[in-house]
T-cell receptor, first 114, second 119 residues
Framework: GESVGLHLPTLSVQEGDNSIINCAYSNSASDYFIWYKQESGKGPQFIIDIRSNMDKRQGQRVTVLLNKTVKHLSLQIAATQPGDSAVYFCAENRRNSGYSTLTFGKGTMLLVSP | DTGVSQDPRHKITKRGQNVTFRCDPISEHNRLYWYRQTLGQGPEFLTYFQNEAQLEKSRLLSDRFSAERPKGSFSTLEIQRTEQGDSAMYLC?????????????????FGPGTRLTVL
């Protein structure tokens, strides 16, 4: 199930289940959205990105869905494995004058039980 | 290892001391970013370099924070007169300019971070 912990929302699933992690974003002008995975003691690792003119993109075992109407982004992980346990962040690519910056969401902890 | 590297990985210091962190980006990457990450939060953008030019520094948290990239390769982030509130993970990322046509977006690759603890 899904619960709100002291610091991070947490999603607990069984190995082999499909996982869905959700994210709300704020800036309708953002042109790219990115999902990162962060394991304990490591920096964020790129998973998948999606351009704002798309609503779905698939990778290996992962799918990102973008709903611009409600400013919502989701990451679906198929056949979740214990190695998927990590904190997942969504990020928006925001354009500034001549460069862009990533603005990260709060993050969701995914716990996968064998 | 050809990824982004950061040194040191951990730093413990006393309040009021100065600290300096180093980031070595992926060798062909001309863009370099510094972020700060506190417990339970996503990384927060601090500053950005394209080659040796620091193009954005208004997001640095205070005038105690400064960053350099003197030769357009490695970068340093310095915090002067550290405070307990500076305790956090400091992340560096690099990217290659000109990634996606019609967009300023280019994939950022993150280092492992430097964890700072100010006592």
């Amino acid at each position: 199930g899904e619960s709100v912990g002291l610091h991070l929302p947490t999603l607990s699933v069984q190995e082999g289940d499909n996982s869905i992690i959700n994210c709300a974003y704020s800036n309708s002008a953002s042109d790219y959205f990115i999902w990162y995975k962060q394991e304990s003691g490591k920096g964020p690792q790129f998973i998948i990105d999606i351009r704002s003119n798309m609503d779905k993109r698939q990778g290996q075992r992962v799918t990102v869905l973008l709903n611009k109407t409600v400013k919502h982004l989701s990451l679906q992980i198929a056949a979740t494995q214990p190695g998927d346990s990590a904190v997942y962040f969504c990020a928006e690519n925001r354009r500034n004058s001549g460069y862009s910056t990533l603005t990260f969401g709060k993050g969701t902890m995914l716990l996968v039980s064998p | 290892d050809t990824g982004v590297s950061q040194d040191p990985r951990h730093k413990i210091t006393k309040r009021g001391q100065n600290v300096t962190f180093r980031c070595d980006p992926i060798s062909e990457h001309n863009r370099l970013y510094w972020y700060r990450q506190t417990l339970g939060q996503g990384p927060e953008f601090l500053t950005y370099f394209q080659n040796e030019a620091q193009l954005e520094k208004s997001r640095l948290l205070s005038d105690r924070f400064s960053a350099e990239r003197p030769k357009g390769s490695f970068s340093t982030l310095e915090i002067q007169r550290t405070e307990q509130g500076d305790s956090a993970m400091y992340l560096c990322a690099s990217s290659l300019a000109g990634g996606v046509a019609g967009s300023s977006y280019n994939e950022q690759f993150f280092g492992p971070g430097t964890r700072l603890t100010v006592l």
